[in-house]
Nanobody
Framework: QVQLVESGGGLVQAGGSLRLSCTASGRRPRINSMGWYRQAPGKQRELVAVMTSGGTTTYADSVRGRFTISRDNAKNMVYLQMNTLKPEDTGVYYC?????????????WGQGTQVTVSS
């Protein structure tokens, strides 16, 4: 089991930046991939960015070139630097972790942090 806590959301104007953080804790979890997802009102939760413990990254097409995911493996933390934000980036951002063995990404979620981008 792992607990995830996100922080760093807020209200920002279009073109602005925010940095999200997520901390994973638990009984010495073995974490492989960590990722960020978001859910806009009335829409399904979608993948934003994922990074493996080895540093391989995957981004949604809509954020590639604007968002950067990074990790501190020693601290079990993952970050999402969001630049050039757009109103369509608005939503609740969730952190998730792949815990080995047996728990794929999406098995554990944080409480989410709200990001609102005004036009």
């Amino acid at each position: 089991q792992v607990q995830l806590v996100e922080s760093g959301g807020g209200l920002v104007q279009a073109g602005g930046s925010l940095r999200l953080s997520c901390t994973a804790s638990g009984r010495r979890p073995r974490i492989n991939s960590m990722g960020w997802y978001r859910q806009a009102p009335g829409k399904q939760r979608e993948l934003v960015a994922v990074m493996t413990s080895g540093g391989t990254t995957t981004y949604a097409d809509s954020v590639r070139g604007r968002f950067t995911i990074s990790r501190d493996n020693a601290k079990n933390m993952v970050y999402l630097q969001m630049n050039t934000l757009k109103p369509e980036d608005t939503g609740v951002y969730y952190c998730s972790a792949e815990v080995v063995p047996g728990y794929a990404l999406g098995s554990f979620w944080g409480q989410g942090t709200q990001v609102t981008v005004s036009s």
